[in-house]
């Protein structure tokens, strides 16, 4: 039960949040309440697919080919590869982040995930048109590039800290996931 | 609606290939959807509140008199500050973007707006946290903010 509250700590504070918006300012809360709701009924249709598509991946998706596709020594090519798979038309962000966690641990190097989910969020082609329309073409154009190499050096560069100090703790929990999965193998 | 049809049939063709192949591998990629969902469903409430309170307080209006209420470069910061935390649909900010932009704010201003709008995700840290780690988390949005900057100033001198 403890355990429980303390898990879901975060959104309980932010129902409390809510309540006391509901008691101060009605008018912000229905609003904040709808536009929860209505993200909500996004998620709930599309999270389900997208976490099942994830374990499809973990299951089928061969290590050997991920890492020679996307890993730290596909290069140009990788890169390539990142930039097309983000652009195409599939959704927010965090439908992204259960895919790319699974890439990496497949061997995806930081740099290509870093490209993947910047090209996802900031160079979607259909975004890029409504882009278009109300802001103009030399600015969308300009803001496409600029944004494709400050990925590009953003990912470098995290790879180069990460490689130097690696996040100990998730790096952890996933070789617990991974343990789970294989059970008897490296149970002690 | 792209997304979901997008999103579904990538499901259905990889199923019916998963199925064809082993019965016992999808069950246990099902297996593995469903504790990975689990894991992550606090963060995704979190971040569905966090979303909801923000956009509540945060409207178009409100952001139009943020940013057009400063000048110069406060207002550039501001824009990326506010970029930097909603999380607007880009059929919403795009246009809000655009209006801003006839109404007299700078294309730094709009550019720092834009580009921490898609770039930057503070709302939904949480979940990115769930699935990446806390530093992976950390650099991209914070070496991303510093990026959009630097692209805002880029954008301002040359547009």
Do not use: C, H
């Amino acid at each position: 039960m403890m355990n429980i509250l303390k898990k879901f700590r975060f959104p309980i504070l932010i129902a409390f949040v809510f309540i006391g918006l509901a008691i101060w300012i009605p008018d912000t809360a229905a609003r904040s309440s709808q536009v929860t709701w209505d993200y909500f009924k996004e998620m709930a249709l599309i999270m389900p697919a997208v976490f099942i598509l994830m374990g499809l991946m973990e299951i089928w998706v061969p290590k050997d080919k991920i890492q020679k596709w996307l890993g730290s020594g596909s290069g140009i090519k990788g890169a390539a590869i990142s930039v097309a798979l983000g652009t195409l038309p599939t959704g927010p962000l965090y439908v992204a982040f259960p895919m790319t966690g699974s890439l990496i641990r497949k061997g995806a190097s930081v740099t290509n995930m870093v490209i993947f989910l910047g090209s996802w969020a900031a160079l979607k082609i259909p975004q890029l048109m409504v882009e278009i329309k109300f802001l103009g073409v030399s600015f969308t154009l300009l803001r496409f590039s600029l944004t494709l190499v400050a990925l590009l050096l953003v990912g470098l560069l995290m790879e180069t800290i990460l490689r130097k100090n690696p996040d100990k703790i998730w790096l952890e929990n996933v070789s617990e996931e991974m343990e789970e999965k294989n059970p008897g193998k490296i149970k002690m | 609606m792209v997304t979901i049809i997008t999103i579904y049939s990538l499901l259905g063709v990889g199923l019916v290939a998963s199925l064809i192949r082993s019965r016992e591998k999808t069950k246990k990629a099902f297996k593995i959807a469903g504790k990975a969902l689990l894991k992550t469903a606090p963060s995704l409430l979190t971040v569905l509140g966090i979303v909801g309170l923000t956009l509540g307080i945060l409207t178009s209006e409100t952001i139009s008199k943020l940013v057009g209420a400063e000048s110069g470069f406060t207002a550039t910061i501001f824009a990326a500050v506010i970029g930097a935390i909603t999380l607007i649909p880009s059929l919403v900010a795009f246009p809000l973007a655009g209006s801003l932009l006839r109404s007299g704010a700078t294309v730094m201003t709009i550019s720092a707006f834009v580009t921490t709008l898609v770039m930057v995700g503070v709302v939904t840290a949480p979940m990115e946290i769930k699935s990446l780690g806390k530093k992976f988390t950390l650099l991209r949005n914070g070496l991303g903010f510093i990026a959009a900057l630097v692209i805002a100033g880029i954008m301002g001198v040359l547009l």
